[in-house]
């Protein structure tokens, strides 16, 4: 089976960072698994906030301050989700998902096949 559990989450002051983690088991990560982390607020959509590819490649939606950046450490099988300069609309839940579908990685939900249950980031000022 491909199990997933996030961890990191928590409350964290405006203008912090945390850091995520998503350990795996049951596949490797350094296999064809897009792996990504998306965040839920209560009555928004599921969005997408950064991926990570077999390969390496990595993509945040705020890629150009670098708020979220994704990463894997293969030996260990965790993903993390770096996330700084946090602000309150950065609270909700955060989720870490895989997908074996689609081999062009995507923050869009749809693809996604394997999720985990969540970790709570809560932003106060």
């Known amino acids: 089976q491909v199990q997933m559990e996030e961890s990191g989450g928590g409350s964290v002051q405006a203008g912090g960072s945390l850091r995520l983690s998503c350990a795996r088991s049951?596949?490797?990560?350094?296999?064809?698994?897009?792996m990504a982390w998306f965040r839920q607020a209560p009555g928004k959509e599921r969005e997408g906030v950064a991926y990570i590819t077999p390969h390496n490649g990595a993509y945040s939606f705020n890629s150009p301050m670098g708020k979220f950046t994704a990463s894997k450490d293969r030996a260990t099988n965790t993903v993390y989700l770096e996330m700084k300069n946090l602000t309150r609309e950065d609270t909700a839940m955060y989720y870490c998902a895989a997908t074996d579908q689609i081999y062009t990685c995507t923050l869009s939900p749809q693809p996604y096949n394997y999720w985990g249950q969540g970790t709570q980031v809560t932003v106060y000022s």
């Open positions: 049951g596949y490797t990560i350094g296999h064809f698994h897009c």
